[in-house]
T-cell receptor
Framework: DAGVIQSPRHEVTEMGQEVTLRCKPI?????LFWYRQTMMRGLELLIY????????DSGMPEDRFSAKMPNASFSTLKIQPSEPRDSAVYFC??????????????FGAGTRLSVL | LAKTTQPISMDSYEGQEVNITCSHN???????ITWYQQFPSQGPRFIIQ???TKVTNEVASLFIPADRKSSTLSLPRVSLSDTAVYYC?????????FGAGTRLTVKP
C-alpha cells in the first residue's frame, strides 16, 4: 500500500488567498484525521471523520477552515481566506475501523504551508 | 479525555537503554496506551501499544503497572537514528490526543 498520500507537499501563498490541502487515506481505512503542527502549539487535532462523516470538528480554529470528505478515498482541508498565522505543517492520518487494540493512525508526509 | 504528562526532553548516548515515562492518572477502563515516534519533517509513526503488564516488539518494550496510571517506553541500545520526539497517547478509538511529547536526543 502507498500509505496516506497528501498533496501538495509544500504550499506558499499570500495572505487572503484560498488554500486547499488534499489527502488520500489508506484503502480500507474508515477514519480520517486532519492535524496541524506548529512549534508553539504542537500537534493539534483539527477534525476527524468516521465513514466520511465529520464526527468532531471542535479543533477547527475558526470559520475560515473547512474540511470535506466526499468519498472514502479523498478529503480536503480548505482555508479561506488564509492568514500568516495559518503557517504550519498539516498532517492527514487514517485508521482502520474496529474497536480498541491496534487502532493505529497512519500519517501522511504532511503539507508545509507558508502564508506570506 | 485522559491527559498525559511526559518529560519535555531527554538526552542519551548511543548504545544505552532509554526509558521514557508517561503519567496518565485519569486513564479510563477502556483506554489503551499508545506510543508514537516522530522524526523531523515526517508524520508520527506508531511504535507500540498496550493495555496492561508488558508488551514487546522488535522496536521497543512498554511497561504498564497494575494501576495503569503510568507507562514506560523502553528503547534498548539506542542509536543516533532514534533521535526523535516520542508521544504517549491514552484513549479508546478516536478520542486520543497528542501531547507535547518527549524530545529524545541521542549523542555519539
Amino acid at each position: 500500500d502507498a500509505g496516506v498520500i497528501q498533496s501538495p507537499r509544500h504550499e506558499v501563498t499570500e495572505m487572503g488567498q484560498e488554500v486547499t490541502l488534499r489527502c488520500k487515506p489508506i484503502s480500507g481505512h474508515n477514519s480520517l484525521f486532519w492535524y496541524r503542527q506548529t512549534m508553539m502549539r504542537g500537534l493539534e487535532l483539527l477534525i476527524y471523520f468516521n465513514n466520511n462523516v465529520p464526527i468532531d470538528d471542535s479543533g477547527m480554529p475558526e470559520d475560515r477552515f473547512s474540511a470535506k470528505m466526499p468519498n472514502a478515498s479523498f478529503s480536503t482541508l480548505k482555508i479561506q481566506p488564509s492568514e500568516p498565522r495559518d503557517s504550519a505543517v498539516y498532517f492527514c492520518a487514517s485508521r482502520r475501523g474496529g474497536l480498541g487494540l491496534k487502532n493505529i493512525q497512519y500519517f501522511g508526509a504532511g503539507t508545509r504551508l507558508s502564508v506570506l | 479525555l485522559a491527559k498525559t504528562t511526559q518529560p519535555i526532553s531527554m538526552d542519551s548516548y548511543e548504545g544505552q537503554e532509554v526509558n521514557i515515562t508517561c503519567s496518565h492518572n485519569n486513564i479510563a477502563t477502556n483506554d489503551y496506551i499508545t506510543w508514537y515516534q516522530q522524526f523531523p519533517s515526517q508524520g508520527p509513526r506508531f511504535i507500540i501499544q498496550g493495555y496492561k503488564t508488558k508488551v514487546t516488539n522488535e522496536v521497543a518494550s512498554l511497561f504498564i503497572p497494575a494501576d495503569r496510571k503510568s507507562s514506560t517506553l523502553s528503547l534498548p541500545r539506542v542509536s543516533l537514528s532514534d533521535t526523535a520526539v516520542y508521544y504517549c497517547l491514552v484513549g479508546f478509538n478516536n478520542d486520543m490526543r497528542f501531547g507535547a511529547g518527549t524530545r529524545l536526543t541521542v549523542k555519539p
